[in-house]
C-alpha cells in the first residue's frame, strides 16, 4: 500500500511549542509531511493524465522562455539598427565634408582659416561620438530590459504552476481513493499505529465514509496498544476520505485536503525563498 499522505497540523500537547515555531517546509524535513510515493499506485490512465498535465506545465515554462527571447532576439536586432545607422551617418558625414574639403580646402588656406577649419572638424567629429555613444547606451539599456522581462514572465508563472500542481494531486488522489478504498483504512491504520496509546482513541471520519471504516474495525484495533479503545465517530467537518485523530495525547489531522494545503504552502515557501536569493 502506497505511502503518499503522511498525517501532520496537530502534534501531542508537549511537542506543540515546538510546532509553532516550524514551517511547512521544515515540518516536510522533520519526515512530519510526506507527499512523495503517490504515484507508485496509479493506473496506466492516470499516470497519462499526469504526464499530460506535466507537460502542460513545462509548455507554460517553454513559451515564456520563447516569448523572452524573441524580445531579445527584438532588442539585438534593433541596437544593430542603431548601430548601422550611426556608421552610416559617420560615413555620410565625412564623405560630404569631403566633397565640400575639395572646393574649398584652397580658398581656405588662402584666407587662412585653417585653424577654424580644424577646430569645426574637431567639434563635429566629438559631436558624432557623443550620438553614437547614446545609441549604444539606449541599446543596451533594452538588452537589460529584455532580459529582466524574462525573468519575470517565468517568477509570475510560479504561482500558477504550484496551483495547477495541487490540483491534480488532489484529482488524482480523491479518484485512487474511490477507486481502492482500502487506501483509507491503510492511512488511518498507519496513523494509528505511531503511538501506541491507551485510553480512549476517538477516530473521526466523514459520515459517508463512517460504515466502510466501521467494517474494517478488527483491522484498525491490530494498530492499537491492546489497552486501547477505539471509538469511531461520524464528524461533518470531515469532508473527505481522510480522519481526525483524537487521544488524551493530542489530535492528529490526517484530512486529505489539510494535507494538501500544507504541502501547497511548503511549495510556496520555496518559490518565494527562491526569488529572493
Known amino acids: 500500500m502506497s505511502n503518499v499522505i503522511k498525517s501532520f497540523a496537530y502534534l501531542p500537547l508537549n511537542e506543540l511549542k515546538l510546532l509553532e515555531t516550524m514551517t511547512p517546509l521544515q515540518l516536510m524535513k522533520a519526515g512530519l509531511l510526506q507527499p512523495e510515493d503517490a504515484l507508485d499506485q496509479l493506473s496506466p490512465e492516470q499516470q497519462v493524465e499526469l504526464q499530460e498535465a506535466n507537460s502542460l506545465k513545462d509548455q507554460i515554462l517553454k513559451d515564456a522562455e520563447t516569448f523572452a527571447d524573441e524580445q531579445i532576439q527584438q532588442a539585438m536586432h534593433e541596437v544593430t539598427e542603431l548601430r548601422e545607422a550611426a556608421q552610416n551617418d559617420i560615413a555620410q558625414w565625412w564623405q560630404e565634408r569631403r566633397s565640400e574639403d575639395e572646393a574649398h580646402i584652397q580658398e581656405a588656406r588662402q584666407l587662412g582659416y585653417e585653424e577654424g577649419y580644424a577646430q569645426g572638424m574637431q567639434e563635429a567629429a566629438e559631436s558624432l ?125 490526517a484530512r486529505i485536503d489539510t494535507q494538501l494545503k500544507e504541502i501547497k504552502s511548503a511549495l510556496q515557501q520555496v518559490a518565494q525563498q527562491s526569488e529572493g536569493a
Open 129 to 253: 561620438r557623443m550620438e553614437y555613444s547614446d545609441m549604444l547606451l539606449e541599446a543596451r539599456s533594452i538588452l537589460e530590459q529584455a532580459y529582466t522581462l524574462k525573468q519575470q514572465i517565468i517568477q509570475e508563472s510560479e504561482p500558477f504552476l504550484i496551483e495547477l500542481s495541487t490540483s491534480i494531486a488532489e484529482k488524482i488522489i480523491g479518484r485512487q481513493l474511490t477507486l481502492e478504498p482500502e487506501w483509507i483504512v491503510e492511512l488511518i491504520r498507519k496513523v494509528l499505529s505511531r503511538r501506541r496509546e491507551k485510553g480512549i482513541i476517538t477516530l473521526c471520519v466523514a459520515p459517508s465514509q463512517f460504515s466502510y471504516i466501521q467494517d474494517a474495525r478488527e483491522e484498525l484495533l491490530t494498530s492499537i496498544d491492546s489497552q486501547a479503545e477505539l471509538e469511531i465517530i461520524p464528524d461533518a467537518s470531515v469532508q473527505d476520505q481522510g480522519c481526525v485523530i483524537r487521544s488524551s495525547f493530542g489530535s492528529i489531522d
